[in-house]
């Protein structure tokens, strides 16, 4: 990553209040106080739930080997909004659901990422989706971020226009994830597929038990066939909003979701919560063996 962001005005910023984060940059041409606390950190994991996050920054202790017995500070506690947590290099930081809770804590940590000076910070969302033809439980590292129109693309309207820009992850960082994550003793699959990350969880996502419905089931499964047919293996809500910022600012990102159900064989979300929280725990499985491995290479 370079030190500079997709914004001219940044530079003419004397400080810069993280709002949602409650960080304020209070000089932004002397940030030491946030390079000391923040200037290390290589990996952002993203996640939706506060307490999933936390799950994980309790789990990164493990697999980065730090022995700390206390409860992890969420370092957002203040903002009200999200949640932060730091084990040693890594940020664990909660998302909340879809692309435009999503998108303010991502313009916020990648400010955050260039007022540290980090270097090179990989950025992960590690989540829940839909599945589409296969089995619950499946683990799906995003190669393609599709949007809700079945373009490989995300669009924002901005100033009263539509903006679109490309939706691509990092082939690196898929492929690492692919190599030193993935394993086939772990009694699931991962897989690198196709996503969908659509603006709506009913109607966006072709089911048809939401509150409004206007199609048939044959269109519904007409849609998904046509998604199957472009390599999409998953459904969710963010990722082709994180796939072109990312990209967009020169950040390398991966997105590792795992899914909790079938659309072709249904739309309601039936595993139990045990089955849900122990399905939680496969990205963060792959995701941890990829981070010891990155960290342990430089
Ligand atoms: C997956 O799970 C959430 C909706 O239940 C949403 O964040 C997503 O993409």
């Known amino acids: 990553m370079s030190n500079r962001l997709a914004n001219p005005h940044l530079d003419t910023m004397a400080s810069d209040f993280l709002y949602h984060l409650d960080i304020n940059v209070a000089n932004t041409q002397d940030t030491s106080d946030i ?17 999933r996050m936390r799950e994980l920054a309790l789990y990164m202790r493990k697999v980065l080997g730090v022995s700390d017995p206390s409860d992890p500070v969420d370092l957002c506690e203040r903002g009200h909004r999200y949640a932060m947590y730091k084990v040693g290099p890594v940020l664990c930081v909660s998302h909340g659901v879809g692309s435009s809770t999503f998108s303010v804590v991502l313009h916020e940590l990648l400010k955050l990422v260039k007022y540290a000076r980090c270097q090179n910070p990989i950025f992960l969302r590690i989540g829940t989706c839909g599945g589409l ?4 439980g499946t683990v799906v590292v995003t190669k393609d971020a599709f949007n809700g129109l079945l373009r490989n693309e995300h669009q924002i309207a901005i100033l009263g226009k539509l903006v679109v820009r490309p939706a691509q992850f990092s082939e690196d960082v898929i492929k690492n994830i692919m190599e030193y994550g993935a394993d086939p003793n772990d009694g699931f699959q991962t897989i690198s597929a196709n996503t969908m990350g659509t ?18 089931e044959k269109d519904k499964m007409d ?10 293996r998953n459904i969710e ?5 994180f796939a072109s910022v990312t990209k967009k600012v020169g950040v390398k ?10 659309r072709l064989e249904g739309d309601q979300v039936t595993v139990t919560m ?5 399905f939680e725990q496969r990205p963060f499985l792959v995701v941890g063996r990829y981070i010891k491995k990155l960290l342990s290479q430089n």
């Open 133 to 136: 033809g296969v089995p619950p």
């Open 35 to 51: 390079q000391q606390k923040f200037g290390d950190v290589r990996v952002v994991c993203t996640g939706g739930t506060a307490s």
């Open 237 to 241: 809500m963010e990722a082709s909003m």
């Open 223 to 232: 849609f998904l066939q046509k998604c199957h047919d472009l390599g999409i």
């Open 253 to 262: 990102a991966g997105d590792v979701c795992v899914t909790v159900v079938n």
């Open 274 to 278: 045990d089955q849900k929280h122990e």
């Open 199 to 216: 603006d709506c969880f009913y109607e966006g996502q072709g089911r048809t038990d939401g509150a409004i419905c206007e199609y048939t």
